[in-house]
């Protein structure tokens, strides 16, 4: 996202992350790993009433905002550099994306 900010296309960042909750399980951990958002508060009693080290992998939506409440112009023209850029490298989808990730926030 912070790279889109700035008007730049994101290249090689589309990680795809094992389960670390089952990680942690295969390390000798107590683990877990939550996709859908009412299973968060659940989840999380049961992570912080675990004696030892426990690890809580939490699934989140891949374009959510994280920027701070005040939305400066330079970072709507960045993200417009960037919906061009995207554009014309045949990425329409990633900004399409993009917006219904703003539009539902």
Excluded: C
Excluded at 29 to 46: C, N, T, W
Excluded at 78 to 90: F, Q, R, V
């Amino acid at each position: 996202m912070e790279q889109k900010v700035e008007g730049l296309l994101d290249a090689y960042t589309d990680l795809h992350n094992p389960d670390f909750g089952r990680v942690a399980e295969v390390v000798g951990m107590s683990g877990r790993r939550v996709e859908k958002p009412d299973e968060v508060e659940d989840a999380l009693r049961a992570w912080l009433s675990v004696p030892g080290p426990a690890l809580l992998d939490v699934v989140v939506e891949r374009n959510e905002l994280v920027m701070p409440p005040k939305i400066e112009l330079n970072q709507v023209l960045g993200t417009a550099l960037y919906s061009a850029k995207a554009i014309l490298a045949g990425r329409g989808e990633d900004v399409v994306d993009l917006a219904k990730g703003v539009l539902t926030s």
